[in-house]
């Protein structure tokens, strides 16, 4: 079942936040959220395994609702290099499978 | 370089032609997996290997496409009798995984783009 993204686009301003979502309709295992720019490989950003469980580096962060079967992005103080399509990829509850990504977020950050 | 490398990555072929891309993953990753992409869409999951052994395929790999990973090491993705549909970005992914509670990252390469004329 593959999750679903929200927004499909949005465009930032520097230094302006953003949250992309992504939901699933069946229970998860974990959630992995990638970074692509146009013609480069997916860029591994971080992976969510346990229900609550909250990670960050930098201005980016991410949580896992393991109840609402959701995750959340959080980009904080844009900057340019943000730009690019956000993927989040999801494992069924057995873990240790392919991963099924969303359609992306196309995040563009303007100065 | 120590990432995951692909080759070629462009690939211009007639319909109807076959096509073999190559794969060669982190050094040590016991996975690797092949998905394709096509534009504004997220990396559909093609096959993946544990070793040498296919593990699983997705209902998107015709009878067409094959894959092989003959000594655990790098990994070959021939498609025969090329369509037009067939184009796309196919992307190989790496991981050290298999283990129970662990966490298992992919690691993907640049990408082959195929376009079928």
């Known amino acids: 079942q593959q999750p679903v993204q929200s927004p499909q686009a949005v465009i930032l301003r520097e230094g302006e936040d953003a949250v992309i979502n992504c939901s699933s309709s069946k229970a998860l295992y974990s959630v992995h959220w990638y970074r692509q720019k146009h013609g480069e490989a997916p860029i591994f950003l971080m992976i969510l395994l346990k229900g609550g469980e909250q990670k960050g580096h930098d201005k980016i962060s991410a949580s896992f609702n393991e109840k609402k079967q959701q995750s959340s992005l959080y980009l904080t103080a844009s900057q340019l290099s943000y730009s690019g399509t956000y993927f989040c990829g999801t494992e069924k509850p057995s873990g240790n499978t392919p991963l099924v990504f969303g359609k992306g977020t196309r995040l563009s950050v303007i100065a | 370089d120590t990432g995951v490398s692909q080759d070629p990555r462009h690939k211009i072929t007639k319909r109807g032609q076959n096509v073999t891309f190559r794969c060669d993953p982190i050094?040590?990753?016991?996975?690797l997996y092949w998905y394709r992409q096509t534009l504004g869409q997220g990396p559909e999951f093609l096959t993946y290997f544990q070793n040498e052994a296919q593990l699983e395929k997705s209902r998107l790999l015709s009878d067409r496409f094959s894959a092989e990973r003959p000594k655990g090491s790098f990994s070959t993705l021939e498609i025969q009798r090329t369509e037009q549909g067939d184009s796309a970005m196919y992307l190989c992914?790496?991981?050290?995984?298999?283990?129970?509670?662990?966490?298992?990252?992919?690691?993907f390469g640049p990408g082959t783009r195929l376009l079928v004329l």
């Open positions: 992914a790496s991981s050290l995984g298999g283990f129970r509670g662990g966490q298992e990252t992919q690691y």
């Open positions: 050094s040590e990753h016991n996975r």
